[in-house]
């Protein structure tokens, strides 16, 4: 194979708009920071802003795109941030406001852009607009910032109705009025920290503006959009109980044969995927409107089936919105040229990329769960009792053939941090170190997002592995992991870093997020198409399978000869 070097870092025009059809959000690979577990400054074992600045060079060198932080604003952590109580600031856990602004010119020095979290579903229960809802009188303008009803019963002491939180249990909470008697109840699809928006209000889309506008005018380049489904619901709040299959966030949890042959429609949960949250997204693609350089909103909307999901990104709404069908579908040929057909069919159909991710903060690294044998249910991840563990080896050889597949296919590819290293999912954590509610909340039945959380490896075999200057880590990390380290994997030939930085090369060398991919037949379980001038073919088989002409120009495993092993991907030009 040819030996690609790392790109050069990228001058700070490349941050310049771009002509129509071309903007960067099309082809973008963008890069998955989740801060408190990136890189630590001041040794105190959370990583901060000034630990990203720090480490954002790393980033350019493995040649992505642009950079999604997770939330960093000020909260109470409850929810590890997802749990805003002002959402104008940063939160002291992670650094200031300068350290921000430090860190945004940093990278787009770098040529990086910044895309940055908002949620706009819920806000801290101790948000100052909460607390002064709490204060005020049922009825007041306060309490109509947020979704407060009165209870059923002779005495009010029933909820609304009989929702459920994602959580899990009930999803009303009954406060106290100021005179200490037993008063009204709100909303919270979440934990009951996290109280519901009421996005009828036209005083909430006013302060989402206002907040939209105070990020963008400090430089960022965009908003990811947490539960980018919810906001709306249906009028009046009626009873509605899911199906048995039906996910946490509101999609069904069908066999794979099922789920990865067919475009299902699951029934419409009264809280998610509302039509009038349409009209949000045109207000807030109008605000982004006003600014140069190409903002984009991103939504996080688990919205089944795909050609549903795609109003989401019609031309004067969102630029991008994730594709967890992709995330979701088993490592089976038929089940993903399937879903990778009906994925760009439907955002095709609406002018917009369809995007690609493999891993995130929610999920079990796909160096782990593409080889789990047994149960793994999106949003619960696995536990004590879990089934059919796969070997690290051979788990990490098909996690590797599964990013050399999504890196080849047209638009938008996120990659999660961490996975570059080939890190797997951090299953054996001492039971008292583990700090996700889904582990308290199902009583240590199932482990829940911990082991994808753990802070990464940067180099050295000892403390940290460089997350820090101490050997404090927030999680800890596993011995293992002084393997998969930064700096071991540096300019290693046949490291995952290597495949990674090569991979990433290749992509824009060879336009590959503009081809058209056009499919073929080989013998054997295989996946084979030609995108421009490179052939993609990937072995799902147990036999290898000889390779069509051409030379490998990218290969996630070692080859025999022209001849393709299992579980292994290779781009030929």
């Known amino acids: 194979m040819t030996t690609i070097s790392a790109t050069a870092p990228v001058p700070a025009s490349a941050l310049s708009p771009s002509a129509p059809g071309r903007e960067w959000w099309r082809s973008a690979v963008i890069y998955q920071v989740y801060p408190r577990s990136f890189a630590d400054s001041d040794g105190d074992g959370m990583g901060d802003l000034p630990g990203i600045t720090r480490r954002l060079p790393a980033l350019r060198e493995l040649g992505v795109d642009a950079v999604w932080l997770s939330p960093f604003q000020k909260s109470p952590q409850r929810d590890a941030g997802y749990d805003v109580s002002d959402y104008c600031d940063v939160d002291p856990l992670f650094g200031t406001l300068a350290d921000f602004d430090a860190m945004l010119t940093e990278a787009h020095s770098l040529g990086l852009r910044v895309i940055i979290d908002i949620v706009p579903n819920h806000s801290s229960s101790d948000h100052v607009w909460f607390q002064e809802a709490l204060t005020a009188a049922p009825g007041s303008p306060e309490r109509a910032r947020y979704i407060f009803r009165d209870g059923k019963g002779e005495n009010g002491e029933l909820p609304p109705n009989n929702w459920e939180s994602i959580f899990g249990g009930g999803a009303w909470t009954r406060i106290a009025e100021a005179d200490g008697t037993p008063g009204q109840w709100y909303l919270h699809l979440f934990d009951k920290s996290q109280p519901d928006l009421d996005w009828e209000n036209p005083w909430v889309w006013e302060q989402f503006r206002g907040i939209l506008r105070f990020w963008l005018d400090r ?3 965009g908003f990811r959009v947490d539960v980018a489904h919810g906001m709306v ?12 299959n039906m996910g946490s966030m509101g999609g069904i949890a069908l066999e794979p044969e099922i789920a990865a042959h067919a475009e299902y429609e699951p029934p419409t949960p009264p809280y998610f995927a509302q039509d009038g949250v349409h009209a949000i997204y045109r207000d807030w693609h109008t605000v982004l409107d006003e600014y140069e350089g190409d903002r984009v909103l991103c939504g996080e909307a688990w919205v089944e089936p795909l050609d549903k999901l795609a109003r989401w990104v019609r031309p004067d709404e969102m630029q991008q919105t994730f594709n967890f069908a992709y995330l979701e579908t088993p490592w089976d040929a038929e089940a993903l040229r399937s879903v990778i057909d009906r994925s760009i069919a439907a955002f095709s ?6 995007t690609w991710v493999l891993s995130n903060h929610d999920v079990v690294r796909h160096a782990t769960r593409l080889a789990l044998e047994g149960e793994n249910l999106q949003g619960h991840g696995i536990g004590p009792k879990t089934q059919g563990l796969p070997d690290p080896v051979f788990a990490l050889h098909r996690a590797r053939a599964a990013t050399a597949l999504m890196l080849a296919l047209p638009g938008s590819a996120y990659v999660y941090q961490g996975e570059e290293l080939g890190l797997p999912e951090a299953i054996d954590l001492p039971d008292d170190a583990r700090q996700d509610p889904t582990w308290f909340r199902t009583h240590g039945e199932r482990y829940g997002r911990d082991g994808c959380r753990v802070p990464i490896p940067w180099e050295g075999d000892e403390a940290s592995y460089g997350f820090g200057p101490g050997s404090a880590s927030w999680l800890p990390q596993p011995a293992a992991w002084a393997g998969f380290t930064r700096s071991s994997q540096q300019g290693v030939p046949d490291s995952t870093l290597t495949m990674y930085q090569e991979a990433l090369v290749l992509r824009r060398r060879y336009d590959l997020a503009f081809g058209a991919p056009e499919w073929f037949e080989l013998d054997g379980d295989t996946l084979a198409f030609r995108s ?12 290898p399978v000889e390779l069509p002409d051409g030379e490998a120009v990218l290969a996630s495993g070692a080859l025999e000869g022209r001849m393709l092993p299992r579980d292994t991907a290779v781009w030929l030009a």
């Open 532 to 543: 421009g001038e490179v052939t993609v073919v990937v072995n799902f088989g147990l036999e």
């Open 233 to 244: 619901k249906e009028a009046g709040l009626p009873d509605y109980t899911p199906p048995a």
């Open 349 to 354: 159909s609406v002018g917009a990329p369809s």
């Open 219 to 221: 430089g960022v380049d």
